[in-house]
């Protein structure tokens, strides 16, 4: 019998441990790689969705252009129905008043409507970043207990040492460690 066979049941109990651990850390890859997954589409959602806040954006800065310059014209075109004193030229003053009159109001409209859907925009841009924080804390989480596991892998390291140390019969007296079977924070 080996005289130091209280150490080496001890050696082989921390390496069970680190095995199990090994095992749990092992289990969380698949999750780690959907938390992965997760947190891209998270933030390929908020880029997609800005970058059609600032489309939206632009086309409501032309569209207001647009209106001004149809308010300009129907200004014109007042002018020009004030100052006509013939009853044909009056008419087709009229039809120009009223098709400006109709253009700013469609522009006007479709503005609202832009309006409208750039604040929903912004609300999904709003719930995709929240969204994308979750999973990035969610994450952090998880990759939380592979930080835990560096400090496993370094007494698996110098577990294999003593092992090593063993088998070339180098058989020096060791200490039993104090192994905690739950790992720390």
Not at 101 to 109: C, H, N, P
Not at 150 to 157: I, V
């Amino acid at each position: 019998m080996h005289p130091n066979i209280d150490e080496l049941l001890a050696l082989q109990a921390d390496d069970n441990r680190i095995s199990d651990i090994e095992k749990k850390i092992a289990a969380l890859a698949p999750r780690l790689k959907e938390l992965d997954s997760i947190r891209q589409k998270a933030a390929d959602a908020v880029q997609r969705t800005e970058s059609a806040i600032e489309s939206e954006q632009q086309r409501q800065r032309d569209i207001s252009a647009r209106v001004e310059l149809h308010k300009k014209q129907q200004e014109r075109n007042l002018a020009q129905l004030d100052s006509i004193k013939k009853m044909k030229e009056a008419t087709a003053a009229m039809s120009q008043v009223e098709t400006t009159r109709r253009l700013v109001a469609e522009d006007e409209s479709e503005l609202a409507a832009m309006g409208r859907r750039t604040e929903t925009m912004r609300a999904d841009v709003e719930r995709t970043r929240a969204a994308l924080t979750a999973a990035e804390e969610e994450q952090a989480s998880a990759r939380g207990g592979d930080r835990r596991g560096a400090g496993h892998a370094r007494s698996r390291a110098q577990g294999s040492a003593r092992r090593a140390g063993w088998k070339s019969g180098e058989c020096r007296p060791v200490a039993p460690r104090q192994v905690r079977s739950d790992p720390e924070p």
